[in-house]
């Protein structure tokens, strides 16, 4: 099946900033929504930010907003999540996944990345 691939994780200090990319292969998933997930050691995966394709709403989970952003580039079918002011808590892997169904529900995400190491040093 086809798969998205994340890019852009890795080590940064509190307070600093990150940006993650998430690239499909020409002409997939069109129409499709696209998020980012995460999921840290010990807890469940997490719905951080979704984005429609169609309407060009976006969501954003209470323990981001404010500090990440979620956008696109059609051209490059990339999807990227802007991070800044990151936390330790911000430590997880995350995870690039894809809808046809409504962006905001995470039980409705069927198509997925292989994730990207995320590391926030305190």
């Known amino acids: 099946q086809v798969r998205m691939v994340e890019s852009g994780g890795g080590l940064v200090q509190g307070g600093g900033s990150l940006r993650l990319s998430c690239t499909a292969p020409p002409r997939t998933f069109s129409r499709f929504a696209k998020g980012w997930f995460r999921q840290a050691p010990g807890k469940e995966r997490e719905l951080v930010a979704a984005i429609s394709w169609s309407g060009g709403s976006t969501y954003y989970a209470d323990s981001v907003k404010g500090r990440f952003t979620i956008s696109r580039d059609n051209a490059k079918n990339t999807v990227y999540l802007q991070m800044s002011s990151l936390k330790p808590e911000d430590t997880a892997v995350y995870y690039c996944?894809?809808?046809?169904?409504?962006?905001?529900?995470?039980?409705?995400?069927?198509?997925w990345g292989q994730g990207t190491q995320v590391t926030v040093s305190s």
């Open positions: 996944a894809a809808t046809r169904g409504d962006y905001r529900d995470g039980p409705d995400y069927d198509y």
